[in-house]
Nanobody
Framework: EVELVDFGGGWVQAGESLRLSCSAS???????FAWFRQAPGKEREGVSC???????QYADSVWGRFVISKDSAKNTVYLQMNNVKPEDTAIYYC???????????????????WGKGTLVAVSA
């Protein structure tokens, strides 16, 4: 069973950068990882994922600003958030799935494991 600990959130001003981290423990071979977020009063949405072959996917709202990466040696997945905007304010969750994380349309499957979330708050 994979366990995830996500951290790195905080309060930042618009235009600044922030890096979220997700530390995974357990058997992670073959797993794909993703970041989701949930803003107050809104549904949870997929932000980005990194496939087992290294391919990445981003939501249109963060394209060109966020970068997902993985350090396999450290079993850690990162989300570098650049030029953040007030609309990026949300609780960010790391998630993992044993197998493909999305279908051919880019829609996320149900995830096997979730972190507890880390709050990112962006002021204008």
């Amino acid at each position: 069973e994979v366990e995830l600990v996500d951290f790195g959130g905080g309060w930042v001003q618009a235009g600044e950068s922030l890096r979220l981290s997700c530390s995974a423990s357990g058997f992670t071979r073959g797993y794909e990882f993703a970041w989701f977020r949930q803003a107050p009063g809104k549904e949870r949405e997929g932000v980005s994922c990194i496939k087992s072959d290294g391919d990445v996917q981003y939501a249109d709202s963060v394209w060109g600003r966020f970068v997902i990466s993985k350090d396999s040696a450290k079993n850690t997945v990162y989300l570098q958030m650049n030029n953040v905007k007030p609309e990026d304010t949300a609780i960010y969750y790391c998630a993992a799935l044993a197998g493909p994380s999305t279908n051919s349309d880019g829609e996320y499957y149900g995830m096997d494991a979730w972190g507890k979330g880390t709050l990112v708050a962006v002021s204008a």
